[in-house]
């Protein structure tokens, strides 16, 4: 099943409710990422997630007249606070095309955002981006499956995904995007830009040689048309993917290790990465 975004909760929540499990889990991760001790995330509605829930908002919903509403609504100011203090959410552009893919990529590069460690080989991604249901102006990171304390961490096959998300849609709400990236990487024979976004894998011919890759700063210039969005693959000789970035206008747009999120020049993606670099343009 396709799932781009997330409601946080699919009803009130509270110490008198009756409430869904999954929702009371969710809600528990949440205050806990947030600072505020629920003893666990068991989906069972506790005295210790009662506390976690008066010290909250003693401390950020001070009211002027308690007691507050016994239970918690989805469409509440209460859960957005929660993800903000726990650091976990990604403020959208709602732009899409260039301009959407440059604002995103300014709002990591003045955040800092930095590559997630345990999404460098032989590890594996461990964080996916949904939209929050009811807020198109905002994302949140799942992090090991569950609703974790942040900061905000990409990698590259996470941040190329997202990024193809904004160039059709604006944000992480609806198809095409989605939020799992599983299928992709290592030897996998399912490409992000290929088969999620409808991109066209390039093959040329240089020399007396047509291949589908290419190796060179020149060889990618030849290939790329002014005005078209590219993602490229970086694999190995034996065809075991590796890295993801983007290509427009000669400018290399990713996330790495000890760059973050960072754009160059294409002869310095090639003398940094190497390899064989498939490309994918945009659909017409």
Request: charged fraction near 20%; proline fraction near 6%; aromatic fraction near 10%.
């Amino acid at each position: 099943m396709i799932k781009a975004e997330w409601p946080l909760l699919n009803k009130n929540v509270g110490p008198n409710g009756h409430n869904w499990k999954s929702d009371v889990k969710t809600f528990q991760q949440l205050l806990s990422a947030a600072g505020y001790d629920t003893g666990g995330d068991s989906g069972i509605w506790n005295d210790a997630t009662t506390r976690a829930l008066i010290g909250f908002r003693g401390d950020h919903f001070p009211g002027p007249l308690p007691p507050y509403p016994s239970e918690v609504a989805p469409d509440g100011d209460e859960l957005m606070a929660l993800v903000k203090l726990a650091q976990i959410e990604i403020p959208l552009p709602r732009q899409t095309g260039m301009n959407g893919i440059q604002r995103m990529h300014d709002w990591f590069v003045s955040q800092r955002i930095e590559y997630d460690p345990d999404a460098v080989p032989p590890g594996v991604a461990t964080r996916a981006i949904y939209g929050i249901g009811g807020h198109p102006e905002s994302a949140i990171q799942l992090i090991d499956l569950a609703w974790r304390h942040g900061p905000v961490q990409m990698d590259c096959t996470t941040y190329v995904n997202l990024m193809l998300g904004i160039f059709f849609t604006g944000g992480a709400h609806s198809a095409p995007y989605e939020a799992a990236c599983g299928d992709f990487g290592g030897t996998s024979k399912i490409h992000c830009g290929r088969d999620r976004y409808g991109f066209k894998a390039i093959e040329a011919k240089f020399g007396e040689e047509t291949r589908d890759y290419v190796t060179t700063a020149d060889e990618m210039a030849a290939v790329a048309k002014e005005g078209k969005l590219y993602v490229l693959e970086v694999t190995t000789s034996k065809s075991s993917l590796f890295h993801m970035a983007l290509l427009y206008n000669g400018n290399v747009m990713e996330c790495r290790p000890k760059l973050a999120c960072t754009s160059g020049s294409m002869a310095d993606f090639i003398r940094a990465m190497g390899g064989r670099i498939h490309m994918y343009e945009q659909p017409a």
